[in-house]
Nanobody, 123 residues
Framework: QVQLVESGGGLVQAGDSLRLSCAAS????????MGWFRQAPGKGREFVAG????????YYADSVKGRFTISRDNAKNTVYLQMNSLKPEDTAVYYC????????????????WGRGTQVTVSS
């Protein structure tokens, strides 16, 4: 019943910025932890960033810390990922997910998943 739809991906050059959005429909996810994951060709899905329902606590993978910022707007039922100083190794399909537990979400478990949006960073 719940759907997550990512948008904002594209082709950029190294050093550029992108902002990804993930809009939820079907029900409010204001009480859910939400996060972003990515998967490059031939690799497994990697946790990128997470945020608790209130937005007061965030989590980041070491590889993106200081460059990416996760935020949410519960009134819009939307989570964002601001990506700055992009590197070619950031190239991947980016997925958003939601779970009732932030601890489980950080370990890759989500009740709901989006279909992903492609981010390609050229050198």
């Amino acid at each position: 019943q719940v759907q997550l739809v990512e948008s904002g991906g594209g082709l950029v050059q190294a050093g550029d910025s992108l902002r990804l959005s993930c809009a939820a429909s079907g029900r409010s996810l204001s009480n859910y932890a939400m996060g972003w994951f990515r998967q490059a060709p031939g690799k497994g899905r990697e946790f990128v960033a997470g945020i608790i329902w209130s937005g007061g606590t965030t989590y980041y993978a070491d590889s993106v810390k200081g460059r990416f910022t996760i935020s949410r707007d519960n009134a819009k039922n939307t989570v964002y990922l601001q990506m700055n100083s992009l590197k070619p190794e950031d190239t991947a399909v980016y997925y958003c997910g939601a779970d009732s537990s932030s601890a489980y979400l950080r370990r890759g478990k989500c009740d709901y998943w989006g279909r992903g949006t492609q981010v390609t960073v050229s050198s």
